[in-house]
């Protein structure tokens, strides 16, 4: 399993676009890049899921260069619901079954 | 769209006695599903791997007689935290790959707080 390397915090301000950007060098050819929020008391849940180039959806989109040794996650106009801690994870899913190793994770703060 | 519960949220206890903590997955099938614990201000650490039907397999420095886990149906995994201690006081997490199209996303439960005393 690929391991990950995030900042470990960050700050914002509300309206602004939030990106995190997360190193995984080590990335396999099947492995997907997968990014997860979490909430004080919270299981994390799932924001973006990619394999390369561009993904986006409601909630933020995903940066990925084609050698996909890194990604970033993009958080259009932030609010102070946002805050949160954002994990990148890494990993072919399906064949370890879900089998996913958190890293340190980013703690964003989005302050008014 | 699918959802993984678990169940108690909280939970405190005495130094000594064990602990069950259930995890379901409430509109989908699992033949997999992840325990991690989580210590204040910490990531998510992944404790081992429960299979229906079969022996849990355990992260390096976890201990299996500590932590017992049964994946007696495909919807149903428990974790149960043996004669617990105060260091065993976390949150502790489960999720479960699947979904009811099949899409392979994991969904992760809502967590129980375990408070030792």
């Known amino acids: 399993l690929a391991k990950t390397t995030q900042p470990i915090s960050m700050d914002s301000y509300e309206g602004q676009e939030v990106n995190i950007t997360c190193s995984h060098n080590?990335?396999?050819?099947?492995?997907?890049i997968t990014w997860y929020q979490q909430f004080p008391s919270q299981g994390p849940r799932f924001i973006i899921q990619?394999?390369?180039t561009k993904v986006t959806n409601e909630v933020a989109s995903l940066f990925i260069p084609a050698d996909r040794k890194s990604s970033t996650l993009s958080l259009p106009r932030v609010s102070l619901s946002d805050t949160a801690v954002y994990y990148c994870?890494?990993?072919?899913?399906?064949?370890?079954?879900?089998?996913?190793?958190f890293g340190q994770g980013t703690e964003l703060s989005v302050k008014p | 769209g699918a959802v993984v519960s678990q169940h108690p949220s909280r939970v405190i206890c005495k130094s000594g006695t064990s602990v069950k903590i259930e995890c379901r997955s409430l509109d989908f099938q699992a033949t997999t599903m992840f325990w991690y614990r989580q210590f204040p201000k910490q990531s998510l650490m992944l404790m081992a791997t429960?299979?229906?039907?079969?022996?849990?397999?355990?992260e390096q420095g976890v201990e299996k007689d500590k932590f017992l886990i049964n994946h007696a149906s495909l919807t149903l995994s428990t974790l149960t935290v043996t004669s617990a201690h105060p260091e065993d006081s976390s949150f502790y997490i489960c999720?479960?790959?699947?979904?009811?199209?099949?899409?392979?996303?994991?969904?992760f439960g809502e967590g129980s707080r375990l408070t030792v005393l």
């Open positions: 990619g394999y390369k």
């Open positions: 999720s479960a790959m699947g979904g009811p199209s099949g899409s392979g996303e994991l969904f």
């Open positions: 080590n990335i396999a050819t099947n492995d997907y």
């Open positions: 429960s299979n229906e039907g079969s022996k849990a397999t355990y």
């Open positions: 994870l890494v990993g072919d899913g399906g064949n370890q079954g879900g089998k996913l190793i």
